[in-house]
C-alpha cells in the first residue's frame, strides 16, 4: 500500500483518516452486534430451559440414541469463549513453529550454510507445489518486517529455487534497477527500485544479496508490477536521443502526480488529450530503440517488454486512474468514503494484471516471490468491507490456476510500534483484544511464530482459522477476517520498532 510521491500525497492521507475511522465504526458496531446477538442467545437458552419437560417413551428413546451417537463422534461440549481462547492458545502453542532467528544470513564462500536454515525446513512440504510465494505485512513500517522478509527470500531462493522477488514498487523502476544492478551499488539499486517506506537499513540486506547473486548460474532478479511510480520513467536516460521529448515527459509526470491530487476534473480533461499524444509518441521510441536499451540494461534481458509494458501503463493510468482520483478528492469530503475503495481497486486489478502478465508471459517458467502489504495479497480482502464488497484486491483478482500455485503468507505483529507510511512518526501497536489472531498465536509463546492455515482440518483447536476472529490493520485497525479465507500461512512477529531508515 505505498504510495507514489509520499510528499504530494496529503489528499491520500486525508481519505486514509476518514477510512480508518470508518472501519473502526464498523469494528466497533460489529463488536456490539456481538454482545447483543449473544445476550439474546443466552436469553433464548433460559428460556427454553424453564419449559416443562414432556417427552413420549419413545422420544426419550430417540433422545438416548442420538445422545449416544454423539458421544461416540466427540467428547467435546459446549464452551465459553474464555475457554475456547485457551483452546485456541494451547493449539497454537502445540502445533505453531518457531523461527530461531529473523536476521538475513551471511553468504560464505558464495552461498548460505544450509544449515543456517533449518528453522525453515516446514516450509519445503507446504511450497512443494507452489510457483508463487506471497509475503505480507500488516504496516510497511516496522524493522522486523523488512528483516524476516529478507531472510525468507534468502531461503526461498538459495534452497527452495526460487528466483524472482516482486515488490509492490513500480514495475519501470525495477526492471530499470535490475539492468543496471551490476553497476551500481546495492543501496542504489534499492533507491532506484522500490518505493521509499522500505529505504531502511533492514531491508538493504536483501538488495545486496541479489546483487551478489547476479553472477552465479541462478542469481535473483527483481522486477516490480506497481502501476504507481517511485521516479520519472526517463529520468537519466541514455536511450532516448530525442532530449526534448525527454524533458516533457518528465515533466508530465510531475504534472500527473498534482492532477491526481486535484479536484480540477475539467481542467484535467482539457490536458489528457496531449498527455496521451506525449506518451503514445514515446511508446512509438520504445521499438525504435532496442538496441539502445538493450545496451543501457545489460542486466535486464526483458528489458525493451518491460519498457514498453511501462509507457502502456502510463496511458492507462492518463485515461483512467487520475479521473478516478480526482473524482474521489471531490466526493470523498461529502462522504462519498466508497470513492476510496474505486481507485484503490483500480490500482489493485493493475497491479494483478502486471503480475499475472510477468508470470505467464515474461517469465511463464520462473518462480516469484511477491512483497506487498496484507491487503493486496489476501485472497478475501473485500469481505472485509462487508459494505463494499464489490470491489476486490489484487490477491483475489489473480486467475484460479496462479492461486491455486500460490502460498499466501501474512504477517502480523504483536507489539511495539510501526513508523507511519508518510511523517515515519511512531505508531504504538494497540493492545491485542482477547481471541485476535495476534493474541491466539501469542499462546506459542515465541519471539517469532509461524502457523500453517492451509493444510489443517477444522478441530476444536483451531475452529479460529475458520470463523471470524479480529486482526489487526496497520497495528491499530481491528478488523474482522476469517484467516484461512484470507492466508495460507501466518507469521507473527511478537514485538517490533521502527525502521532505520536511509535518507
Keep these: 500500500m505505498s504510495t507514489m510521491m509520499m510528499q504530494t ?72 469463549y474464555k475457554e475456547s481462547i485457551a483452546d485456541w492458545k494451547k493449539y497454537a502453542n502445540d502445533h505453531a513453529y518457531a523461527l530461531k532467528s529473523i536476521q538475513p544470513e551471511k553468504r560464505v564462500n558464495g552461498s548460505i550454510p544450509a544449515s543456517n536454515f533449518e528453522d525453515l525446513d516446514m516450509l519445503i512440504p507446504l511450497l512443494a507445489d507452489k510457483r508463487i510465494v506471497y509475503l505480507g505485512e500488516s504496516t510497511h513500517g516496522a524493522a522486523e518486517f523488512n528483516s524476516a522478509k529478507t531472510r525468507l527470500i534468502q531461503y526461498l531462493h538459495q534452497q527452495l529455487g526460487y528466483n524472482m522477488v516482486a515488490f509492490e514498487s513500480g514495475l519501470p523502476d525495477a526492471a530499470i534497477a535490475q539492468g543496471k544492478m551490476k553497476s551500481k551499488s546495492a543501496e542504489d539499486t534499492m533507491k532506484r527500485s522500490i518505493f521509499k517506506v522500505w529505504w531502511t537499513e533492514e531491508t538493504l540486506p536483501l538488495f545486496q544479496y541479489m546483487k551478489d547473486t547476479q553472477d552465479s548460474e541462478r542469481p535473483l532478479r527483481l522486477v516490480g508490477f506497481d502501476i504507481q511510480w517511485n521516479a520519472p520513467l526517463l529520468k537519466d536516460a541514455v536511450w532516448l536521443k530525442d532530449k526534448q521529448l525527454q524533458e516533457k515527459v518528465i515533466k508530465a509526470e510531475t504534472d500527473l502526480l498534482e492532477w491526481r491530487n486535484s479536484k480540477d476534473l475539467a481542467g484535467y480533461r482539457k490536458v489528457k488529450p496531449e498527455l496521451l499524444n506525449l506518451y503514445k509518441k514515446l511508446l512509438t521510441q520504445v521499438a525504435a530503440h532496442e538496441g539502445a536499451l538493450k545496451k543501457e540494461y545489460p542486466n535486464e534481458p526483458k528489458i525493451v517488454v518491460l519498457m514498453k509494458r511501462a509507457v502502456e501503463d502510463r496511458i492507462r493510468f492518463i485515461n483512467e486512474y487520475v479521473e478516478i482520483n480526482i473524482e474521489g478528492n471531490i466526493v470523498v469530503e461529502k462522504g462519498d468514503m466508497l470513492a476510496v475503495f474505486r481507485a484503490t481497486e483500480w490500482r489493485d486489478r493493475a497491479m494483478a494484471n502486471n503480475l499475472i502478465w510477468l508470470a505467464t508471459e515474461v517469465y511463464p517458467t520462473e518462480r516469484f516471490i511477491v512483497w506487498a502489504h496484507n491487503g493486496h495479497i489476501s485472497k478475501a480482502q473485500s469481505q472485509i468491507y462487508t459494505f463494499d464488497g464489490a470491489h476486490k484486491w489484487m ?84 478488523t474482522l477476517i476469517v484467516p484461512r479465507q484470507h492466508y495460507d500461512g501466518i507469521l507473527l512477529i511478537d514485538k517490533v520498532k521502527l525502521p532505520r531508515y536511509i535518507k
Excluded at 22 to 44: D, F, K, N, R, Y
Excluded at 60 to 67: D, H, P, R, S
Aim: net charge positive; aromatic share 8%.
Design 9 to 80: 500525497n496529503n489528499s491520500n492521507k486525508a481519505w486514509r483518516r476518514r477510512l480508518q475511522v470508518m472501519l473502526l465504526t464498523v469494528t466497533m458496531t460489529a463488536m456490539v452486534m456481538t454482545t447483543w446477538l449473544g445476550s439474546i442467545s443466552s436469553a433464548q437458552a433460559q428460556a427454553s430451559a424453564a419449559q416443562p419437560a414432556q417427552k413420549s417413551e419413545q422420544a426419550a428413546k430417540q433422545g438416548e440414541q442420538a445422545k449416544g451417537q454423539v458421544e461416540h463422534k466427540t467428547d467435546s461440549k459446549a464452551r465459553t
Design 395 to 478: 490477491g483475489e483478482l489473480m486467475p484460479k490456476v496462479l492461486q491455486r500455485q500460490s502460498y499466501v503468507m501474512g504477517l502480523y505483529m504483536g507489539s511495539g510500534e510501526s513508523a507511519d507510511n508518510e511523517t515515519r512518526e511512531a505508531i504504538p501497536v494497540s493492545p491485542l483484544l482477547p481471541g485476535a489472531l495476534e493474541d491466539i498465536l501469542s499462546g506459542a509463546k515465541q519471539p517469532y511464530t509461524f502457523m500453517d492455515l492451509r493444510y489443517r482440518d477444522n478441530e476444536r483447536g483451531n475452529s479460529w482459522m475458520f470463523e471470524r476472529v479480529f486482526a489487526y490493520d496497520w497495528g491499530n485497525m481491528p
